[in-house]
């Protein structure tokens, strides 16, 4: 009975908000009865390991935004095989500081249609070859027992075709046709598109297929991968408990994939709509009701303007965190320019939001680098052009450009538009892939500096860090997927390789560059872990470092204060911040009487701690 009290009490404190908020949407009082027994169910589903951590988490409502909290993310296959085999693995993930791990999409998908695991054919079961649903939540559970936070994708917007749904309705099932976009002539598709942007306009033309027998499905994304109706309260009801279901093997950190684009309505972009807002608005509810030890992860890959909106507000909060994406770009775009003014001005933009804003910061992930920069700003100031200004930064990066020491690929070339996205893996963008290739040993201790420079800026931000699998040890592109039939036509497998346990292996001889990086990214993780200055709550500005190629980034919580500066040229730089008084550079351990004027290396940085 006081378990059930513990259910009621959070449903009552939820109860008339998610009412308003479902019979907006549907307008249907039994299908909202029919919802709440369905959280109820859940609930009751959920084993008592996972229910005392809920308990521990309400009591500690700030346990996710601690600065000790590092992420690393990574595909099962590439890093062990199997969901046993990482479990096998997590003394090496422990090694590496990590208390956060992703794995990549890896529930049950068609072989060769999958979009990389997101064109999802079960979401109760797991890919044959990774293991099964019983093998995940033991790993699960032997990462809660080490404290490891598990986080999963979780694709909202669509099917993969061969899901039970997507068959019954292409068979004209009753109401399985209903849960997708489905129309028999070409009429509604067309005023869709008049309005709809294109997600992949050379590779996946359109946002509507036509299937054999003539009918005609909504596809924003690839032809194999069906938008799902969420105007029909049983998509919502089977899409939440199918999270829930997640959730109670042992998920802690459920990502939203694609949540901007959820909701569909004629004569819109069908991106951002407010309903998108209340379905959010509702997954936190469903989520502080069932599972409060779960966290929701935005994935809104779009301008700082239209991710922050995904937070809610503080009294009606919708994700807990989302993607950096904004500075994830425009780092890469400091780097090839050698100048730090667009990163001030977005970083001003950042330090002005809510302390409460938790962001997820990273250097590499998945996915492809798509250069969503502040275009207008740059040509206001700069007279910088959005095509020409694209076409510099993938020939740096795809080292076309003459003394570029970047080795990427292209993805979604279109030299029609002159546009294009960035795939490679950290190492390779930075240079030491090349670096090692010429056995230069004066440019590999550049390059191996650039690397260690952009992982202590990306650890210099509020939020969490997370480091993509295999950047720890320095891994460089893999070019062997051009040989693979089912993976050459997409180069983001060029950064989604097998991980190189060999590489592994060398990461304590401090004279290997797999040595150089993996102690001096842990050091770096530690000494964040250690600074109070890192804290979420801290106060945090960028200001005038004397020189454009460096940014100056000031953090300070009480009477502590921490200046960074990170070069982003290829130079020697003299900059500063203006200070006085002496200060200790923390990752060499070195003192300064005072701090106005220092020699930076060449993509080098400072942490400088305040005496």
Known sequence: MMKQAKFDQRLSQHYDELKWLYMELYRDEAAFDRFLAMLERSWKERKRPLRDQDARREADLEWYRRRDLLGMMLYVDAFAGTLAGVREKLDYIQECGVNYLHLMPLLDTPRGRSDGGYAVSDFRSVRPDLGTMADLEALADACRRQGINLCLDFVMNHTSEDHAWAKKARAG??????????YDSWD???EFEKTVPQVFPTTA??????????????TSFYPYQWDLNYANP????????NLLFLANRGINVIRLDAIPYIWKELGTSCRNLPQVHNLARMLRMVCQIVCPGVLLLGEVVMEPAKVAPYFGTTEKPECH????????????????VGD????????????????????LNYLRCHDDIGWGLDYPWLQDRFHIFEVAHKKYLNDWFTSRWPGSPARGELYNDDPRLGDARLCGTTASLCGVEAADFEGDPFKLERAVS??????????????IPVIYSGDEVGRFNDYTYHDDPDKREDSRYLHRGAFQWDLAQLRNNPNTYQGKLFHGLRRLEKLRAGEPCFDADADVWVEDSGDSRVLALCRRKGERELVCLFNFSNQFVWSGADREGAYTELMYDTHYDSIR????????FAWLLRD
């Open 173 to 182: 099932e009753p109401g399985y046709r209903e849960r997708y976009f489905f």
């Open 188 to 190: 509604i598709p067309r």
């Open 205 to 218: 033309p359109g946002s509507f297929t036509q299937l054999d027998n003539g009918q005609i499905v909504m």
């Open 234 to 241: 049983v998509v919502f009801h089977d899409m939440t408990e």
């Open 321 to 336: 965190m989302l993607y950096n994406v904004t500075t994830m770009a425009t780092t890469w775009h400091t780097l090839a």
């Open 340 to 359: 730090a003014s667009l990163l001030r001005h977005q970083m001003e933009a950042l330090c002005a939001l809510p302390k409460e804003f938790l962001f």
């Open 450 to 463: 650039c690397d260690l420079t952009l992982h202590a800026w990306m650890l210099s931000q509020s939020g």
């Open 597 to 604: 004027s220092l020699e930076l290396w060449p993509n080098g």
